[in-house]
C-alpha cells in the first residue's frame, strides 16, 4: 500500500500521503497550529447555596447563582438570582424572599491568574 501511495504521489495524482514535504506546506501546517487562543472565559458561571440559623429562632436556606458573559476582552454583563427560604420560625410566619440582579463587570486583568473586578449591578427583590 506505502509503495502504491508513493507512485501516485510521484505521477501527480494524490498529494503527500505521510505529511507535509516541501516547505510551503511545513509553514502552512504549523500557521494552523500556533492559532493563539484567548485566556478569557467566555461565559462564567457560580452557584452556591448556605445554611443560616438565627439567634432568636429559625433558620434560613439560601442559594443563589450568578452568569457573566463576557462581550469583550474587559467587559461582561452579569446576572445574579438569589433566594431565602426562612424555614422553623417562632411564630410560623412567611419570611421567603428573592433578589434578581443584572449589570456592567469591567475586569481589567482578565487573562490572569488573579483578575480584580468592578460592576454595577442594578437590583430588584421580592419578599
Known amino acids: 500500500m506505502r509503495k502504491q501511495l508513493v507512485r501516485d504521489y510521484k505521477q501527480g495524482l494524490t498529494g503527500a500521503p505521510f505529511g507535509p ?7 502552512a501546517m504549523n500557521k494552523a497550529i500556533e492559532r493563539p487562543t484567548s485566556k478569557e472565559a467566555p461565559i462564567e458561571l457560580e ?16 442559594g443563589g447563582g450568578q452568569v457573566a458573559a463576557r462581550i469583550a476582552a474587559s467587559w461582561q454583563i452579569v446576572s445574579e438570582v438569589n433566594g431565602c427560604m426562612k424555614v422553623h420560625t417562632p411564630t410560623n410566619e412567611s419570611a421567603d424572599s428573592v433578589t434578581f440582579a443584572a449589570g456592567p463587570r469591567w475586569t481589567p486583568r ?13 437590583r430588584g427583590d421580592n419578599d
Open 47 to 62: 452557584a452556591y447555596a448556605l445554611y443560616t440559623a438565627f439567634l432568636r429562632g429559625g433558620t434560613c436556606l439560601r
Open 110 to 122: 482578565a487573562p490572569h491568574r488573579v483578575s480584580p473586578f468592578a460592576q454595577l449591578p442594578l
Open 21 to 27: 514535504h516541501t516547505a510551503e506546506e511545513r509553514a
